[in-house]
Structure formats: C-alpha cells, structure tokens
C-alpha cells in the first residue's frame, strides 16, 4: 500500500459525509464512521516519506472539520454519545498522522505539546473545540521555531494554512502571513461570496473598503479581485475611510438593500505592532467585517456557514481561482458621509432653558466660546480627514492631532481610543485645563467606530460612563417623543441600569416584554449558572447582551427574515427599506464598554465620529463640561466606583482563567474576595460573572473576560468602595499569576519558558509589583524552572542566556529583567506590599 492517495480520497468522502450529518443534526453515517476507525491502522503500513506536506495538510483540514462540526452543537442529545465517539475516533486519527516517520525529532513534541490539545477537544461543545484545534495549530507555529522543529517549519506552515478559520458576527481578524495569508484571505472572500450567491444576493454590489493600518489598502483589492473572480460587482474605496462611512454609502446614497452588503478590511483596535515593546513585526493585525444590505451585522448563523464553507475551501491542494469577471468601480464615499453627520444636527434640541433650536445652533452656542477647545485625536486612523472637515463646517476651535498617514500608528502600537493609548490625548487636555473652558479630548480609533472621550481635567471616561450620559440626554433634552430601546452589554456599568429604572422616564423606556425574563445571553445553551439567582445581575428596565456583536444586532431582530422575504420577491425594495427603518426607529441607544454606540434614527452600526458629535451637543445644551456633568449624574444614581484591569497571558491560561473560577463556584461558591456571592455565571473559555454583597452589604459586581483575538484578561469590578474593587481585581490578578506560575513549573524546554514570558506584559512603573505581570516573582520562577532543566552540559547560566539571548530580540525589556534575577533564600512575597489601586481611569470614573 504504497499510494496514500485513495486513503486520502476515503477520508475526505468520510469527512464530507460526517460532516453533513453532523450539521444537519444526524447520527453519525456508519460507513464514514468505519473509514475513520479504520484509518490510523491504515495510515500505518504507508511506507516511511510516503506523506507528503500537502497530504499531511489535507489530513489535517480533514480531521479538523470532522472534530470542529462532529455532531454540530451542544443541543442534540438524541446523538451526543455517538458524536463523542466520532471524535475520539479523530482524535486518534490525529495521533496516527503526527507519530508518523516524516516529523523526525519532532515527534516527541507533538505528542507533549500537540495531541493534549485535539484530546481536549473531544468533550467539548463545538465553540471549545473550535479553540482547541486552534490552540493545537498556535502550539505547532511555536514548535516550528525550534530547532527540532525548523526541519518540519514548511510542513506546519502549510498546516497552518488549513486551520479551520473562526469568523464570528464581528468578522475574521488574525496576523498578518500567520492567521491571515492570501490563501487563506481568497478562501473566506470566496466562502462569502458563495453564501451570499446561496442568499440571492449575487446580482448586487458589494461595497469594500479598508482602514488605514499598513496594508490594509493591499488586502482590499485582494478582496475586490476574490470577488470579481466569483463575478461579484464590487464597489471599491479609493483610499481608506471609516466603516460608518461605509455603511453611510449603503443606507443613505444607495438605498437598503441597494448592495449585498459591505466588506470592511479592519481589525478594528486590534495592534499593528508587538504590544510589549511596540516594534513592528511584519505580522500586524488584520480583519474583514462583514456587514449586511441593511448595513447591520450578520447572524451567528451566517457567520458559521461562512467558517466552515472556508475550511472546506482551504483543503483544495491547487491555487483558489483569480479569473476576473466581475465589475469593480471605484468609490469615495467620504463627503457623502460628512454631509450626513451635519444633515442629522437639524433635529430640534431642547436648551436649559427649555427652548428648542436646532442641535447644531445649540453646539456652535456654547462650543464657539472665545475660551473653549476640543483636542480630537485622529490616532492615524481613517476619520482624520474628515474631522478637519467637520471642525471647518462647524467652526469649532478645536485642534486635531495625528492625522498624517502613518499605516503603523506612530509611537502607538494601536489606535485604540483608551489607554494607554489615549494617554497624550489626557496629558494635551491636562496641559490647556487651565487655560481653555469648556474643553474636552475626543479619540477615535483606525476605523471609527469607537470614541474615547477625555474629560477637562484629562481624565478618561469610560465607554459606560459615556453611554450612561448619553441615555440621560436621550431620556430628556434629544428626547424624539416616542419610547425607545437602551441596551447595554454585560460589562456596563449598573449606573445605566438605575437611571433607566427612574419613575420619570417608565414610558420613555421600551423595556423587555416580562420584566422577569432574563437577558437572552443568560439563557444560551452554552451559559452555565453556577450559583445563586441570576435576577440579582442586572437590572429590569433595559436589554442586556452578551457583547458588542450581540447589543448591535438586538435592535435589528426580524432583519434576517425580512431579507429573505425581499430576495425571494416578497417584498419590493421600498417594502424592506420601510420595514429595516421601523425596525431601527425602536431604537434610542445601544452601546458597550469600549466606546462602540449605535444612536436613535442613524445608520444600523456604532459611529465613533456620531458618538463625539452626541457628546459635545449634550455639554452644549446643558452648559456643562462632560467632566461635571458626569460627576452630577453619579451622585444622582448613587452610581458604584468602577475599576478595570487588563492582563495580557497566554492564550491556554487566560481560558484556564475563567474555567478554573466557573470550576470552583460550581462546587462551592461562596465568596469572592470576601464578598458573598448572590450569583455566579458564564460561559467556559470566554467569561465567567458574579453579582456580589460586600462586608458592608452594598452589591457588587465582577466580570471576567478572556479576549479572543489577543493574549489578553478584562476585569471588571464595580462596588460602593474603590476597596472592594481593588480585592476583586487583586484575587483575579493573584489567581492569574499562581496559574503563570503553574504553566512555568510544568514547562518542559527553554522554548517554553520562552513562550510564556513573551506573551506577560511588563509591569507599570507605578506598579511595579502588580500580580498577573511580569514582576519579580514570575522572573524568579522563570530562573527557577531553567535551574530544574539543566543538565550536564547544558547548565543554567546557558540555559538563562539562551532565554535572555532570545528575548532580547524582540522584548528587550524582559531580557534584562531576567536576567538581573537570581534566586533567593526568602522569597520576596512576604515582604511585598500591598500595591496601590488598579487606577487605568480617574478614581470617579467608570
């Protein structure tokens, strides 16, 4: 058996049979069931060096897709024994395919560092199994690195090519040549495209457009070109611009339902450059967002058909067809979109003293002051063109900041509008405060559609403090007359949640239909509600989401019907434009923590650019620094102190996180940090929350979440004292760091030590000691396993400059830092105080 090419053929015929089944909601075939069983037997009298790299990579994407959508969702219980086995059948597939001959020295590796990952995948709902075969795949990228592993480097790189991509509603992101290449690129764009043509989409233009990151603008046309080679018509942006511009171009120039929908080349706040010593790499973040013809995100659903039509793709040996048939026509949609935003100033607004103007006089009013200034920072984004325009239009004094096109962001390693990069932005204000009044900083991030505002004292304010006020101002000066939704997501501060429940605005607020029905999300086959009563997390007058994704598509829940219903000639074009409006009429304010708001009568997608302009005309029409005013609404509400925490770790501990606290509060649960616990939830991989009483019986809340495009932990505290908040953060920053410390102690190569520290931040000077970063007892730990790996030979002071000689490539910082450390008698702990607060915003801020 000599020929592994109808081996092959069986198991791709057995992948595409399980895998329809399984999607379908179906026992697993018989006959495919067979063909996998009997495939590591088979695949073992195949002579040595008879698997080639392409046929290793075709194994691979086959396995993959059999064990991601092996018995489709958690739901189907009729047939979860049998689509266990399948998976296990997989998983030793997977173990046959990688001790063959051709890994050479790595064999060992792969076995330690590999195979535990696609074993865990077995047990797990799909959404699990989808990281643990990415986990499999970012563990082979590092192996590749090795000495034992450059031998293999091609192999696993075109392994890595077939990873099952995981595009969710908020698009595909990933890095550059690593997640995203142009195979990989052409097969998600051809996997759309296919979807869309299955919708009765294919007849219209898709508009695409790219923000200004370094090669965004190349990744664009490669879209354009996947496109027209399906014979797409395309709309292309001649330079970058904001997605709200986009979606812009498509409700208001072309009409909903005027395109099939937009595809947006950003990775939206995610980094261009090495976030711990902000170089560039080469291999910057990148995404595509793709948006519907009403210009709103895409169902869950969707999205999935869109993964696993690409990961059927991605296994075809031969280049993806680029033959052009479509037509491409160059757009610029930007002066259409800044004659909207001044056009959506006329509605009228009430002042202090209660008369109405147009919102856009009130602005001028109070904005064109002899005294006031607004310092915009462009961030190098792709809305800095249009705020000078907007700022010239409206005659504000204002100052605009980094609007040269810099693709890698200048000194910043993302335009993210919060900190620390939105750190020059407060120090600029905190320079004019006391100079200018009113004053105020506004960032937008690379494709506007997020804001971070800085108050007159420079200090941030929150995505929660922003849309708490803003829904005070919707509530009462811009109120449109009739009731309205306000959903928050899970993160939001409960300062929103009191003043949505105040007697006075009862029938300005369409609240949910059962007061008592919790939030959707709590209700999700995934969500687990571990302990106590889950009405004790949030309140009753407003919609609560899961996450950004799942707030902007709240508003819009009938859309995906009302589309079909179109397509299928049931409704004329001006029937689904009319019912799309109605649907985003009931509408008063849907936000997230981050600066992301889709506002009452504007296009179905967050605007950062809106969200300022929202901004300054509430200050204007009370009068009032956005400082003061948040200062007035807090002491109205009685709102909590709110803390925040971010922590960057690798992407197995950041998960093992968050499932280790759903672990222990599902056995006990008791308490956190010493607050007793009213409720405990969350989804395992992705967040775990808790609703709280402190010692003094105030509530509290706490929210965990591990990000998935980053190595990244978001805490979030909010309680009656910055105390409280501070334990909260501290136990999860603690129970971070001793997990650090698991992952160090049970490393097996240097390359390991190596891995973990590369994805730790450094400490900040003023926190010097912060558990969770790389301080002093994770580096002392570090010098401590090397010592336990050294041999005769290979003693640790080589082993200390292998790891410090490697780090200083491209982490110079922790270099240093290791290699000052040596190891104690007395370990330090006992004799480290205690840190001070956690304080990434103002101590009033949310």
Request: charged fraction near 25%; hydrophobic fraction near 40%.
């Amino acid at each position: 058996m000599g020929d592994p090419s109808r081996l092959w053929e069986a198991l791709a015929q057995a992948r595409l049979d399980l895998v329809r089944a399984g999607v379908d909601g179906q026992p697993p075939p018989r006959t495919a069931l067979a063909v996998l069983d009997r495939w590591p037997d088979d695949l073992a009298r195949l002579p040595d060096g008879a698997i080639t790299v392409e046929l290793t990579a075709q194994a691979w994407g086959n396995l993959q897709l059999i064990l991601v959508d092996g018995g489709h969702d958690r739901g189907d219980l009729n047939h979860e024994a049998a689509w266990r086995r399948v998976r296990r059948s997989t998983e030793l597939a997977f173990l046959a395919l990688l001790d063959r001959a051709e890994w050479g020295a790595l064999r060992e590796d792969l076995r330690e560092e590999v195979l535990p990952y696609l074993a865990g995948a077995v047990h797990e709902p799909r959404r699990g199994r989808l990281l643990r075969c990415r986990d499999a795949i970012r563990r082979l990228e590092l192996l590749s690195r090795r000495v034992s592993g450059l031998p293999q480097a091609w192999r696993i790189l075109r392994i890595m090519e077939t990873v099952y991509p995981d595009i969710d509603q908020a698009g595909w992101r990933g890095r550059a040549g690593v997640e995203i290449t142009e195979r990989r690129l052409r097969a998600v764009v051809q996997a759309m495209a296919e979807c869309l043509q299955a919708d009765g989409l294919a007849g219209l233009p898709l508009i695409v457009g790219y923000d200004s990151r370094v090669h965004a603008g190349d990744l664009a046309r490669l879209v354009a070109e996947a496109l027209s080679a399906q014979g797409q018509p395309v709309h292309l942006c001649v330079r970058d611009v904001p997605t709200p511009a986009l979606v812009a171009h498509l409700t208001g120039v072309l009409g909903i339902g005027g395109a099939a929908g937009i595809i947006a080349c950003t990775a939206s706040s995610l980094p261009v450059k090495e976030t711990g010593s902000v170089r560039y790499t080469g291999h910057e973040y990148h995404g595509l967002r793709f948006l519907t013809s009403a210009g709103s995100l895409p169902t869950a659903a969707w999205s999935v058909r869109v993964s696993r039509r690409t990961a059927e793709l991605l296994l075809n040996a031969d280049p993806l067809p680029a033959i052009f048939s479509g037509e491409v026509t160059m757009i610029s949609p930007g002066a259409d979109y800044e004659d909207g935003l001044l056009a959506a100033m006329q509605y009228p607004l009430a002042d202090e003293e209660g008369e109405k103007r147009p919102a856009r006089e009130v602005l001028q009013a109070y904005w064109q002051s002899p005294d006031a200034l607004i310092i915009f920072d462009a961030m190098y984004g792709s809305t800095r063109g249009v705020l000078q325009t907007l700022c010239a239009e409206l005659r504000l004094p204002s100052e605009v900041h980094h609007t040269i096109h810099d693709p890698l962001f200048g000194e910043l390693a993302a335009a993210s509008p919060e900190p620390p990069q939105i750190n020059e932005l407060a120090a600029r204000v905190r320079e004019m405060r006391a100079e200018r009044r009113p004053l105020i900083g506004i960032a937008l991030d690379a494709d506007g559609d997020r804001a971070g505002i800085v108050d007159e004292q420079g200090n941030f304010l929150s995505g929660g403090a922003v849309l708490t006020l803003l829904a005070d101002f919707l509530l009462n000066e811009a109120y449109p007359g009739e009731p309205g939704l306000i959903i928050r997501t899970r993160e939001v501060t409960r300062a929103l949640d009191r003043l949505v429940e105040r007697p006075e605005y009862a029938d300005r607020v369409t609240k949910p239909p059962d007061h008592k029905i919790l939030p959707a999300y709590l209700l999700a086959p995934d969500y687990r509600q571990l302990a106590g009563d889950p009405q004790q997390l949030h309140g009753r007058g407003l919609y609560v989401a899961r996450d950004a994704a799942d707030a902007a598509r709240l508003p819009f829940p009938d859309e995906e019907r009302l589309r079909e219903r179109w397509t299928r000639g049931e409704l004329t074009p001006s029937e689904y434009q009319r019912l799309v409006h109605e649907q985003l009429d009931r509408l008063l304010l849907t936000g997230d923590s981050r600066g992301a708001l889709l506002a009452l009568g504007h296009a179905p997608y967050p605007d950062g650019i809106l969200t300022a302009l929202l901004v300054l005309q509430l200050c204007a029409a009370r009068k009032t620094p956005i400082g003061e005013l948040w200062r007035e609404v807090r002491e109205r509400l009685g709102a909590p102190h709110v803390d925040r925490l971010r922590l960057h770790a690798p992407h197995e501990v950041k998960r093992e996180l968050v499932n280790r606290f759903m672990r222990q509060f599902e056995r006990k649960g008791e308490e956190l940090a010493g607050c007793a616990v009213r409720f405990a939830g969350g989804v395992r991989d992705s967040f775990i929350e808790w609703a709280l009483t402190d010692p003094a019986g105030a509530p509290a809340y706490c929210t965990i979440t591990a990000v998935d495009d980053l190595p990244l932990v978001r805490a979030v505290a909010e309680a009656s004292s910055p105390d409280t908040t501070h334990r909260l953060l501290m136990a999860v920053a603690h129970e971070l760091e001793a997990l650090i410390i698991h992952e160090l102690r049970r490393a097996q190569h240097p390359w390991t030590v190596i891995d973990i520290i590369a994805e730790l931040q450094l400490p900040p000077a003023a926190l010097a000691d912060l558990p969770g970063t790389f301080n002093c007892r994770i580096a002392e730990q570090s010098y401590a396993r090397l010592q336990e790996l050294a041999r005769p030979g290979l003693e640790a002071p080589d082993l200390l400059r292998f790891v410090t000689d490697r780090l200083s490539e491209f982490q110079p910082e922790k270099a240093q830092a290791l290699s000052a450390c040596r190891l104690t008698d007395a370990h330090p702990a006992a004799q480290t105080p205690r840190p001070p607060r956690i304080k990434w915003e103002d101590v009033n801020e949310l």
